[in-house]
C-alpha cells in the first residue's frame, strides 16, 4: 500500500522567516495532496491542496510544489507568523479514495 | 453552521465492553471517514464511505466496524475494546466529484481510553 514519509519531525524558525516542509509517497497512482494544520486540541484543518495535473499552487503566503516523477510535494510558507506554529500533515489519496497521512511535522515559530 | 459531530469527546471504557462514537455532517458530504492519531504515526485511517451503504477498510480497520445508513451519520463501533485501541479519533467528510475530493472537514476528536 501507499506509505508517506514527512520530514523533518520538528522546524524551528524565525518570525518572518520561510519554512519548508517536504513528504515524499510511494505510489504512483496518488493523485491528490492535502496539506493540514492541527492546533492545539483540534481537529485538522485543510491549508492548501495540489492534485497530480498541477506542479505548483500558491495561497498567499503557503505554496505547495508537486514533483510526480520524484513523488514528492513540499509545503513553502513564507514571512511566518507566531500563529503559524502548529503541527502539519501531509497526506497522499490513491486509488482515488484512501487517505494516507505523513508522521506530521511540528513547526514553532519564534518571535 | 456547517461542521461534524461527534459524540462523545471523552470515553474512558474497560476491555471487552462495547461502545460506539457517533459521527454527523450537515453539509450533505458524499465521502465520511474515521481516522486514530498516536503520537508519531500521525493520522490512520480506519475506515471510509462513499456514500450510503458503501464502505470500505482504510489502513487499520482490525476491531473496528462501521456502518453508512444515513448520508449524514457515520457511526464506529469497537465491539470487544482492547487496550490498543486507546486513541484519538476524528471524524471526517467532504465532498466527492468527478475530479475527487473536496476539502475534508474534520471534528473535534474523541479521546478513547480503554482500560
Known amino acids: 500500500g501507499e506509505n508517506v514519509e514527512q520530514h523533518p519531525s520538528t522546524l524551528s524558525v524565525q518570525e518572518g522567516d520561510s519554512a519548508v516542509i517536504k513528504c515524499t509517497y510511494s505510489?504512483?497512482?496518488?493523485?491528490?495532496f492535502p496539506w493540514y494544520k492541527q492546533e492545539l486540541g483540534k481537529g485538522p484543518q485543510l491549508i492548501i491542496d495540489?492534485?497530480?495535473?498541477?506542479g505548483e499552487k500558491k495561497d498567499q503566503r503557503i505554496a505547495v510544489t508537486l514533483n510526480k516523477t520524484a513523488k514528492h510535494f513540499s509545503l513553502h510558507i513564507t514571512e511566518t507568523q507566531p500563529e503559524d506554529s502548529a503541527v502539519y500533515f501531509c497526506?497522499?489519496?490513491?486509488?482515488?479514495?484512501?487517505?494516507?497521512f505523513g508522521p506530521g511535522t511540528r513547526l514553532s515559530v519564534l518571535p | 453552521e456547517a461542521q461534524v459531530t461527534q459524540n462523545p469527546r471523552y470515553l474512558i471504557t474497560v476491555t471487552g465492553k462495547k461502545l460506539t462514537v457517533t459521527c454527523s455532517q450537515n453539509?450533505?458530504?458524499?465521502?465520511m471517514s474515521w481516522y486514530r492519531q498516536d503520537p508519531g504515526l500521525g493520522l490512520r485511517q480506519i475506515y471510509y464511505?462513499?456514500?450510503?451503504?458503501v464502505t470500505d477498510k482504510g489502513d487499520v480497520p482490525e476491531g473496528y466496524k462501521v456502518s453508512r445508513k444515513e448520508k449524514r451519520n457515520f457511526p464506529l463501533i469497537l465491539e470487544s475494546p482492547s487496550p490498543n485501541q486507546t486513541s484519538l479519533y476524528f471524524c471526517?467528510?467532504?465532498?466527492w466529484g468527478a475530479g475527487g475530493p473536496g476539502e475534508q472537514f474534520f471534528g473535534p476528536g474523541t479521546r478513547l481510553t480503554v482500560l
Open positions: 471526517a467528510s467532504s465532498l
Open positions: 497526506a497522499a489519496v490513491y486509488y482515488g479514495q484512501n487517505f494516507v
Open positions: 464511505s462513499m456514500n450510503v451503504e
Open positions: 495540489i492534485r497530480s495535473n498541477v
Open positions: 505510489d504512483s497512482a496518488s493523485n491528490y
Open positions: 453539509m450533505n458530504h458524499e465521502y
